[in-house]
Nanobody, 126 residues
Framework: QVQLVESGGGLVQAGGSLRLSCAASGGTFSNYHMGWFRQAPGKEREFVAA????????AYSDSAKGRFTISRDNAKNTVLLLMNSLKPEDTAIYYC???????????????????WGQGTQVTVSS
């Protein structure tokens, strides 16, 4: 079983950037596809980005495409989310998640992910 801990959230002005990090422990990190999700107050948790176990494939939500970049370092057991051109509507708690299915598909549905971190708050001021 893998444990996930997110960091890097904070308060940033619109147009700014943040880099979120998710550190994994307790499992074989390279066995997992990894995803980032977010949840704003009063809204459903939504998919942001995902990356395959070897980093070869990525997927993004429409809102993240062109602004966010997901990457991973299997030697360091970390997955990153670089967020540029941030907007107030990006304000949410951001969660990383691990999918141990080794599917050929990168899932965008939260129920497909097996392990979750506690989340990190991102607030974008206008």
């Amino acid at each position: 079983q893998v444990q996930l801990v997110e960091s890097g959230g904070g308060l940033v002005q619109a147009g700014g950037s943040l880099r979120l990090s998710c550190a994994a422990s307790g499992g074989t990190f390279s066995n997992y596809h990894m995803g980032w999700f977010r949840q704003a107050p009063g809204k459903e948790r939504e998919f942001v980005a995902a990356i395959s176990w070897n980093g070869a494939n990525t997927a993004y939500s429409d809102s993240a495409k062109g602004r966010f970049t997901i990457s991973r370092d299997n030697a360091k057991n970390t997955v990153l989310l670089l967020m540029n051109s941030l907007k107030p509507e990006d304000t949410a708690i951001y969660y990383c998640a691990a999918d141990n299915s080794r599917s050929r598909i990168l899932y965008k549905w939260s129920y497909k992910y097996d392990y979750w971190g506690q989340g990190t708050q991102v607030t974008v001021s206008s």
